[in-house]
Every structure is written in structure tokens, then in C-alpha cells.
């Protein structure tokens, strides 16, 4: 079973940042918080990932609470190409870790 | 940025008939690759861990028999589905790892089974 829980939906309006949130109340301390997202028909395509600090990418934010038990991935400007299913998962790395889905989130940027 | 393929595509097959989907690491080496199954308007459900040169690993409840992997080479998963039925029919997806870190998907390969 998918160790993260996250809305099944959210709206954003273009322009503006989209912040989804995603709880992984049982991750252990070797275990990564890794954010996918998959637009219609496609392969999942890999966003960011993080164990405890803050991350920052080209494409997004990672912003990890202290306990590591939740999470929160920021697009700053969406838009209308970001309409996707986002999916939050924890995983060991370095150790062949399998990627386990949850239902992520369906996040609608609208004009 | 690494990439993955996979083919075909499409397929759409007769039932009873047996299907190979390949899926390729275009620019890395790839010791481990996953595949993932997806029916519509649902999650990716993991069906197995591919090992180059080693058997594969099939989560519970996949028939191994049914879903042929094979990981001949670094680059290189096909998985088979022998024997398919219209049940089969659904989105294949594989992932494979650059080293440690994250994991490369491929586009999908889409199976229609008639």
C-alpha cells in the first residue's frame, strides 16, 4: 500500500502558485519524499525529490516539515501544461527502491 | 536528461495471442527496471522489478507465468504477456534508474486485447 495520503483534487487558477500538500506520517528516517506527476496517456515524469531539507528545482519546490511527515510541493507560476495527476511517494534510494503509487492529486490550472 | 523508451506504442491483439513490449535506457545503463500497470481513471499499480541478468521480482498477486520479463542486457526489459485476454488490455509502463537518485519513465505502451 502507498504510504502517503493527498487530496484526490485541486484548483489553481494560471499564474498563480500551486501548493499540494501530501502526508507521510509513517516514513522512516532513510526513506525520500519523491514527487511525480503524469498528464493524460503519458509515463509519469519525475519533479523533485528530497529526505529532509528543502529542495528547489527548475520546475518546483519541495518543502518538508521538520518531523518529515508531511510535505509540500510548490509550482510558482503555474500553468495551463501543468494540469496533471501529481503523485507523492516515499522510497529508499540507493537501494533499488521501489516506487509504490498512491491516487496522488488531479490538479486543474485554469485560465 | 536520461531517457526511456518503450515499443510499441499501441497494440491491439486477438486473444490468445501473446504480446512483447520493450522498453530501452537510451543514454544510461540500467541494472534495474520496474513495471507498472495502469487501467483507466486509476493509480500505476507495480507489477515487477526487473534485474539484469537475474530473475524477476513480481509483486504479489502477478502471475509470473502470465507476465514474462526478461533483462537481457543494461539497456534492454521486455516483458511478455502470454496468452492474452481482454482483460489484459491496459496502459504498460516502465521506469528504469540512473544510479541512485530518481527514475526515468517510459511513454507507455498502450494493449488492447480483443
Known amino acids: ?111 | 536528461g536520461a531517457v526511456v523508451s518503450q515499443h510499441p506504442s499501441r497494440v491491439i491483439c486477438k486473444s490468445g495471442t501473446s504480446v512483447k513490449i520493450e522498453c530501452r535506457s537510451l543514454d544510461f545503463q540500467a541494472t534495474t527496471m520496474f513495471w507498472y500497470r495502469q487501467f483507466p481513471k486509476q493509480s500505476l499499480m507495480l507489477m515487477a522489478t526487473s534485474n539484469e541478468g537475474s530473475k524477476a521480482t513480481y509483486e504479489q498477486g502477478v502471475e509470473k507465468d502470465k507476465f514474462l520479463i526478461n533483462h537481457a542486457s543494461l539497456t534492454l526489459s521486455t516483458l511478455t504477456v502470454t496468452s492474452a485476454h481482454p482483460e489484459d488490455s491496459s496502459f504498460y509502463i516502465c521506469s528504469a534508474r540512473d544510479g541512485p537518485g530518481e527514475k526515468y519513465f517510459g511513454p507507455g505502451t498502450r494493449l488492447l486485447v480483443l
Open chain 1, 1 to 111: 500500500d502507498a504510504k502517503t495520503t493527498q487530496p484526490p483534487s485541486m484548483d489553481c487558477a494560471e499564474g498563480r502558485a500551486a501548493n499540494l500538500p501530501c502526508n507521510h506520517s509513517t516514513i522512516s528516517g532513510n526513506e525520500y519524499v519523491y514527487w511525480y506527476r503524469q498528464i493524460h496517456s503519458q509515463g509519469p515524469q519525475y519533479i523533485i525529490h528530497g529526505l529532509k531539507n528543502n529542495e528547489t528545482n527548475e520546475m518546483a519546490s519541495l518543502i518538508i516539515t521538520e518531523d518529515r511527515k508531511s510535505s509540500t510541493l510548490i509550482l510558482p507560476h503555474a500553468t495551463l501544461r501543468d494540469t496533471a495527476v501529481y503523485y507523492c511517494i516515499v522510497s529508499l534510494t540507493n537501494q533499488g527502491g521501489k516506487l509504490i503509487f498512491g491516487q496522488g492529486t488531479e490538479l486543474s490550472v485554469k485560465p
